[in-house]
């Protein structure tokens, strides 16, 4: 039989094998590109003048919430699974 054997120090619990974290990340990537979108599009000409004449708010913004996007979509579509394996109990 093929017995694995936790290594010292990992959690045992199952909530703590599957925190992941593209979906933190995928998130707050999201979040912020939104909120830099929405600060693009209000944003006054002195502002864009400022960073040399490119909506730099609106042009981040779209840029974090395509990495954000692909990010959560990674997590959707290769998701954590549990290890599936028979512990038996020492018998000693």
Do not use: C
């Amino acid at each position: 039989m093929d017995q694995q054997t936790a290594q010292p120090g990992t959690p045992h619990s199952a909530a703590a094998k599957l925190f992941d974290l593209r979906v933190l990340i995928g998130g707050l990537f999201t979040f912020y590109g939104v909120v830099l979108i929405i600060a693009g599009v209000f944003a006054n000409a002195a502002e864009i003048q400022k960073a040399s004449g490119i909506n730099i708010n609106l042009w981040m913004g779209i840029g974090m919430l395509i990495i954000g996007l692909l990010f959560l979509l990674w997590w959707r579509l290769n998701p954590l699974h549990p290890l599936a394996h028979d512990v038996e109990p020492d018998t000693q």
